[in-house]
């Protein structure tokens, strides 16, 4: 059966990607009570990382964008992964999102709002999330977005 | 009716500003349960960020001090506005506090003591908060400190 | 009593070090409903900071998984300082690590693995944790890595 969220990203033409796997010795993803706590993701697709370097530098402020909303799927990739869907998925609680970046570059909540704005053309109300940002010198494997979502579930 | 948190910021001097509104397409805080997630805080005031650049180079330990303790006071304005006052504030649980940092400068904790110590002061045991602090080699819209507060709520 | 955590511990050889004391204005741990908080640790023993600088610089990859074993055991004081002992921890939720690194140095998650890998050796099951690594330019008291950790209790 498919899911009203993925009509909607099928509409939008996105498609999405298998969750990735961790990196090490840890979940991706751990319940508690009400929250879903998901590790770290990065713009991973088919096992490799797409996105390497700093935005500003490398990577130009629209490559950044697409690399968020990339990671951004792979957030819902895991969500949908354990859940087994996005019935019990009762809305996004906390985004923060980690930049690489370039010296003198401030712009990260533009970055950050091509993840923001897909979460919520695909989930809409339930895309809520409070938002933080933070611009990194680097990230693990050179990445160049690194996203940590907490959700609320039922 | 004001309430005790109102007058014991009049006591101290502080007028808690208009909580600043979100720099993106997110929102200022989301409940989820018992917990209260609010979205990073920067050193605005009226609409302006007053505190830009890093501690040790552009900014000295007391400029950083003064930034921790205005964006304490947005983390309040935050919460009066999403609870309405401040009755339903159980206690601050946590803090996580991102000091712009010039190179070599180490002392973060001294920076947030200052956040850490006016919520104690206007909040009384319901301060409360487990607090981590980061060296940032810079922040968004350059700004000097970012915190991330998240609070138990009724 | 000693605990079955007490006991793996001691099999594998390691001393749980007392708690450390907050660098500052804050709580070591905080609870809220059936999560548990912790203030970010530092790899300090016996007061003192072990271990100081950057991954890929002035630590080589085996000392920055020492500094993120010892971490860990100052996480696990300060939950079996919290609760009284280990009865009552129901899992790891989620763990956050902050390595000082090396401009290049992109190997976070092998730094953090020696941390998750003895909270399973450890805690077996109850190890559970999403995991997000970052790499920083450098972190309060240059200490070499930070863990934030949050638990599910009882």
Same mark, same amino acid.
């Given at each position: 059966?498919?899911? #009203?969220?993925?009509?909607?990203?099928?509409?939008?033409?996105?498609?999405?990607?298998?969750?990735?796997?961790?990196?090490?010795?840890? +979940?991706?993803?751990?319940?508690?009570?009400?929250?879903?706590?998901?590790?770290?993701?990065?713009?991973? $697709?088919?096992?490799?990382?797409?996105? $390497?370097? +700093?935005?500003?530098?490398?990577?130009?402020?629209?490559?950044?964008?697409? =690399?968020?909303?990339?990671?951004?799927? #792979? =957030? *819902?990739?895991?969500?949908?992964?354990?859940?087994? /869907?996005?019935?019990?998925?009762?809305?996004?609680?906390? *985004?923060?999102?980690?930049?690489?970046? =370039?010296? /003198?570059?401030?712009?990260?909540? $533009?970055? *950050?709002?091509?993840?923001?704005?897909?979460?919520? +053309?695909?989930? /809409?109300?339930?895309?809520?999330?409070?938002?933080?940002?933070?611009? =990194?010198?680097?990230?693990?494997? #050179?990445?160049?977005?690194?996203?940590?979502?907490?959700?609320?579930?039922?």
């Amino acid at each position: 059966m498919t899911s #009203n969220v993925d009509r909607r990203l099928a509409e939008l033409g996105f498609a999405l990607p298998d969750a990735p796997r961790p990196l090490g010795a840890y +979940r991706a993803a751990v319940q508690a009570g009400g929250l879903l706590f998901l590790s770290g993701q990065l713009p991973i $697709k088919d096992g490799a990382l797409r996105y $390497k370097g +700093r935005v500003g530098i490398e990577l130009t402020l629209e490559e950044g964008r697409a =690399a968020a909303e990339l990671t951004a799927l #792979n =957030a *819902l990739a895991q969500i949908r992964q354990f859940l087994g /869907g996005f019935d019990r998925l009762r809305q996004i609680v906390r *985004l923060e999102g980690h930049v690489a970046s =370039a010296p /003198g570059f401030y712009e990260q909540p $533009k970055v *950050l709002d091509a993840a923001s704005e897909l979460l919520s +053309r695909v989930l /809409g109300e339930r895309a809520g999330h409070a938002r933080s940002a933070f611009a =990194a010198s680097h990230l693990p494997a #050179n990445a160049a977005i690194e996203l940590i979502v907490t959700a609320e579930v039922e």
